[in-house]
């Protein structure tokens, strides 16, 4: 068997996994990684130079490469180019792109880094996984340092249509970038179709079915929907309801209604509209005021970069809002926590919590509504509320599936969860559970590998 090489921007340190974690690719990948992987990126250390020679470290049997990244590498590559350019451009969120071209040169530099650190490590016959967004040149830097082998991509996060991708100065650049791995990996059929859209609009490649063809090569473009360990997160989820910690939990509400929401305070998100929704929640339905709360956790997250400050100021000002507005002397509707909650805990949370509130503006995927499913108790279900624009919303339509962009939709959705009878709450639930225990971390890592081998 040939060894399997993973690659991401971050790599989760040895001895906290299974730990606390607030981000999708680690939680889905940790389940997965097998004695004899390597594993290899950044260190998350931010230092005067960027490496050159990695910090091994094992555990469980998997061998743990990293290395730091300079300051400015860290400023142009992951601050700029990556999280001020890609992440908003591929969310939809032009509005919010910013892009020079010095940025852009650290992005291409710190992915010849990684490259240049990586090859001394790699075997001929090693199978090369690479993720997101961070990295998509990695392979062109890798094939010009001689790596002949296999080498595959997944984007963890949506990718768009020719219409907005052209906004992106280097768009073709990243094409052909993309079109040098040998099998391109997307969350849904729809993000892949717009990048099949774009290979062949903008570089000219065409396109037989889902391959790409260029230049004597083709190039394999799948939908492989990233899943949890469903099994797992069920264990912990009806464990954890009878600790202490969730009986606290229970005595604070006092018999009320949870809605509940938890992610990295992110725009994708859609925080400020799903507050918004819930307010009109208790303007319009003023039956649910002193019936139900809502709890937010809302991870601190990439807090270097000017938009996420922006959105905690307008997060903070919003909770405050609504709690001046609606609160009564034994009675606060909104419960916002910007620290994360270790995972069994959360797990506890969302089985207990009658609403599953999930309302991104665009998401890749999002495992929080596959976490909420899982955590259920089937016999009395939870209702999860779903953003149309979530790619969970491709398997899960069995949920109340709303416009994030219109706040009374929300509130009309939460409206319906908080009436919905036991008997339909069972037969939504039942359909998603099993899709949830269908498509897993599991089924999606070895549906991505397979392809790979195959290439
Ligand atoms: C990217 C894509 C795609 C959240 N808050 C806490 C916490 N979390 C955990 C959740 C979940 C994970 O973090 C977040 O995963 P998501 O999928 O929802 O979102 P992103 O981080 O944006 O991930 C996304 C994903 O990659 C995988 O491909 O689904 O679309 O954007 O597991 O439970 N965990 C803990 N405390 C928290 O406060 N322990």
Redesign the pocket.
Known sequence: MARLVIVSNRVPPPRTRGA??????A??LQSFVEPGTLWFGWSGRVTEETGSVPEMTEGDGVTYATIDLGSEDYDRFYVGFANSSLWPLLHFRLGLMRYTREDFAGYLSVNEAFAAALVPLLRPDDVIWVHDYHLIPLATALRARGFAGRIGFFL??PFVPPSVLEALPPARELLHALCTYDVVGF?TRTHLADFLDCAHRFIGFAVEGDDVVTEGRRVRAIADP?G?DAAGFARIAARTVSTAYIQRLRESLAGRDLAIS???L?Y?KGLPNRFDGFARLLKRFPQHQRRVSMLQ?A?RSREDVAEYQALRRELDRLAGDINGRFSQFDWVPLRYMT?????TK?AGLFRIARIGLVTPLR??????AK?FVAAQDPADPGVLVLSRF??AAEELSDALMVNPYDPDDIAEAMHTALEMPLEERQARHATQRRAVFEVTSASYCNVFVDALTAA
């Open positions: 606390v974690s607030a981000g999708g690719l939680v889905a963890h996060i969350q990233i949890i938890a992610e990295r992110d994708s956790i991870a620290q994360t909650v270790p995972r959360l998401d890749g995927m999002n495992l929080v976490e979530a790619g």
